[in-house]
Each structure stands twice: as structure tokens, then as C-alpha cells.
């Protein structure tokens, strides 16, 4: 009987084990403020419809996003970025992004090892 005391003591200190290594690489991982920098081009715009939901029923909403070129290592990467305008009215919002901005006003962050994976805020 001992041992089986002992193997179940061993079990559950590799499974406490096991979840802070994974809790930390979680964290260590998800922690986006470390990748790298990069400046950015603004290359296309789009509307994207997102549908939200309050007590009583559903609303259409049309958001407006840029498409952001960057480059690392001399290859080129995009990612979508929240172009700030949002509307019941998809008309209005399409004219808001469609003209392009002349200077790219995000912050791109890059996974330095995945770099076609990457986030995008606003300055």
C-alpha cells in the first residue's frame, strides 16, 4: 500500500510540475511586448462585417481595417489592423478607409520566430 501512496505522490508533483512549465511558457510566450519592431506601409483597406449583439437583437456593424506590409529579413509579411472607423451604415465606413493614409501610424510587432505572424496597434 505504501507504494501506491508514493507513485500517486509522484504523479501529482510531475502533473504541478508539468502546469508551471506550461504557465510559464504561456506567459513568456503571449507576451507580445517583447517581439521586435518594424515599420509598416499601409497597402489596402477592406470593410469586414461583424455582427453584435445586445439585449434585445442583433445589429450589423461594419468595420474598417488596413492592410499593413512590413518586412523582415528582406521578405514581405501583412497583417489586418482596426482602421478606427465603425458604422451601421458599410457606405460610410468604406469612404472613411478607402483613401488610403500617406504614412502608416501603427506599431508592428513581429514573432521573431514565425514573422508572418504579428500584431498591429495604433500609435
Not at 65 to 75: E, H, P
Not at 96 to 115: E, I, K, M, S
Request: with cysteine.
Amino acid at each position: 500500500m505504501p507504494r501506491f501512496g508514493n507513485r500517486k505522490w509522484a504523479i501529482a508533483l510531475a502533473l504541478i510540475a508539468c502546469g508551471i512549465a506550461l504557465c510559464s511558457y504561456v506567459l513568456h510566450v503571449g507576451n507580445t511586448d517583447s517581439w521586435p519592431e518594424t515599420t509598416c506601409t499601409v497597402d489596402s483597406s477592406r470593410v469586414v462585417r461583424e455582427n453584435v449583439a445586445d439585449s434585445f437583437r442583433n445589429i450589423a456593424l461594419y468595420r474598417g481595417q488596413y492592410r499593413l506590409r512590413y518586412s523582415v529579413g528582406g521578405r514581405e509579411y501583412y497583417v489586418w489592423a482596426n482602421a478606427g472607423w465603425s458604422d451601421a451604415n458599410r457606405q460610410f465606413v468604406q469612404d472613411r478607409v478607402g483613401a488610403l493614409p500617406d504614412q502608416c501610424n501603427f506599431h508592428v510587432r513581429y514573432n521573431p520566430v514565425n514573422p508572418a505572424e504579428a500584431i498591429a496597434d495604433r500609435r
